[in-house]
């Protein structure tokens, strides 16, 4: 069975730190490209950092917005991508998702080019 399991969100302060998990059973992650899409209440979900696959050389990348705060990052033996967040601002505040994208093995922001996703969890920035 295909699944994964995101981990990690919760309430924090500004200026804080969370470290999402994003666990695959059924498929190897390396063979993916694999990234963080969020959506805040009324708005659409958009993407946040990316890891492509092994075959890409495993290329990170990030939206304008994250960039120099979050690190997105893999660990093949335990088959699962992390993202870690720092300085954490209000604005952030969304439910996180990761996607494995359609089998192109490169990095996108587009929604369409993921097609399998795991069930979010809450990031909260609040004081």
């Known amino acids: 069975q295909l699944q994964f399991v995101e981990s990690g969100g919760g309430l924090v302060q500004p200026g804080g730190s969370l470290r999402l998990s994003c666990a695959a059973d059924?498929?190897?992650?390396?063979?993916?490209?694999i990234g963080w899409f969020r959506q805040a209440p009324g708005k659409e979900r958009e993407g946040v950092s990316c890891?492509?696959?092994?075959?890409?050389?495993?290329?990170?990348y990030y939206a304008d917005s994250v960039k120099g705060r979050f690190t997105i990052s893999r660990d093949n033996a335990k088959n699962t991508v992390y993202l870690q967040m720092n300085s954490l601002k209000p604005e952030d505040t969304a439910i996180y998702y990761c996607?494995?994208?359609?089998?192109?093995?490169?990095?996108?922001?587009?929604?369409?080019?993921?097609?399998?996703w795991g069930q979010g969890t809450q990031v909260t920035v609040s004081s």
């Open positions: 996607g494995r994208d359609t089998g192109l093995g490169y990095c996108s922001f587009y929604v369409a080019d993921f097609g399998f």
């Open positions: 890891i492509s696959s092994t075959s890409s050389d495993s290329g990170t």
């Open positions: 059924g498929f190897s992650l390396s063979a993916f490209a």
